[in-house]
């Protein structure tokens, strides 16, 4: 995503790309065949620090464990920030990069460009216009299984020429580089490095959710599905969430119930359907008068004899990268900043952290940054970075 990111930001009329950071230099052809000016770096500290005078915002699209130490060192550097998602590794990192683009009225956006899209728009007008009624749950699935059974290979591969594997590993403690394992992909399936399929995929599917329920901090979580095993997330979650209640929700709480790979919502659920095939991707809502089925990416769709005729308005879309940069020049508003993006991840993160403790109903106190009946779990609120790679602010 950091191609894309960077290049959607920087197609905007009013951007020069003025400089890029790759810790992998067999990487770099893209951009150097359509922005032949940019300046390259492989040290991401060193750009900041020497660059930081002909910056205004910066672009963030690198494996999650370093989401926040970059994010931060360009903040406090005076940039306003976009970020790929899911805004940080932890809960406490994000915690902390909402409070300080908050505290410094810095421009931010989270790379949900989703949420930026006609069926996403259309999806939270038609929740919040009442069409299903007052919503009673919902159930969420994505069938990507970014996890690992396995134990991870013995020994040591050569590290490939052109790549700064300890610049990769960042504030990740110190591992020996194998083929294939982690860079440049299959770092989304490690314990330090991603935050399993509800990480990378639930920022998106649970994005329409929160939005259009106008959901807070869960009081609970559960994991059903198997835990992970010393190195790598497992597949084939199973988490279930309580949220409050809202005044788009029926009763004092909501669940919503995430599913990935090979775990899909049960029969009765998928019965709403019908003959309609369910998507691979998705969101049932379930209201006091029908349901909406939300494919990951599509239209909504109506479901129940009450509200299937029903007229859905159609929403427009907006360009989410270049709705940044128009809001750093005073002409637009972010619809995904950190004061939203970052409730909505942390609310995510809850889940890869519940999967380590199966069934076991984690209550989690929002305002201290804790379970209250699991030391053992709040643990892995926060991490431990390495030496020589501590972040002011945190």
């Not at 940039?79 to 994000?94: G, R, S």
């Not at 610049?167 to 490095?193: E, I, M, T």
């Not at 329409?208 to 190195?231: D, I, K, Y």
């Amino acid at each position: 995503m950091a191609w894309a990111t960077l290049d959607g930001i920087a197609t905007h009329a009013s951007v020069t790309l003025v400089c890029v950071a790759e810790v992998d230099a067999n990487r770099l052809k893209r951009v150097k065949a359509k922005y032949p000016e940019a300046r390259i770096y492989q040290d991401w500290r060193e750009m900041v620090q020497k660059e930081r005078k002909n910056l205004d915002i910066a672009c963030v699209g690198t494996p999650d464990h370093m989401h926040a130490p970059q994010a931060m060192t360009a903040m406090r550097a005076g940039l306003h920030v976009y970020q790929q998602k899911p805004l940080a590794h932890d809960i406490f990192e994000v915690r902390k990069l909402t409070e300080y683009a908050r505290s410094k009225r810095l421009v931010t956006q989270m790379g949900i460009q989703i949420h930026s899209a006609p069926e996403y728009r259309t999806a939270v007008h038609t929740i919040q216009s009442g069409a299903i009624g007052k919503v009673k749950e919902v159930h969420t699935w994505s069938n990507k299984k970014w996890g690992d059974t396995n134990a991870l290979p013995d020994g040591t591969d050569p590290i490939p020429e052109g790549l700064a594997w300890d610049q990769w590993l960042g504030v990740a403690a110190a591992r020996p580089y194998l083929k294939g394992v982690y860079h440049p992909g299959n770092w989304r399936k490690r314990l330090d490095f991603g935050t399993a399929t509800f990480g990378d995929m639930g920022c998106h599917i649970y994005d329409p959710v929160f939005e259009a329920l106008a959901l807070t901090a869960p009081v609970s979580v559960r994991s059903e599905g198997p835990a992970p095993n010393q190195q790598s997330w497992a597949i084939n979650a199973l988490i279930r969430y309580v949220f409050p209640g809202t005044r788009f929700t029926e009763g004092k709480t909501v669940n919503v119930t995430w599913y990935d790979g090979d775990q899909k919502p049960p029969a009765e659920v998928l019965s709403v359907l019908g003959s309609m095939r369910a998507p691979g991707q998705g969101s049932i809502f379930f209201g006091t008068e029908g349901a909406m089925v939300l494919p990951h990416i599509g239209m909504p769709v109506l479901l129940g004899e009450k509200v299937k005729d029903k007229p859905i308005e159609k929403k427009p879309g907006t360009d989410h990268y270049h709705q940044f940069v128009d809001t750093v020049l005073g002409k637009a508003s972010t619809s995904a900043g950190f004061d939203y993006s970052g409730p909505l991840t942390e609310a995510v993160l809850l889940g890869p952290t519940a999967t380590r403790f199966p069934h076991t109903n984690l209550e989690w106190n929002s305002r201290k940054l804790k379970f209250t009946n699991s030391p053992e779990a709040t643990k892995f609120v926060r991490r431990k970075y390495r030496d020589g790679w501590k972040v002011k602010g945190l």
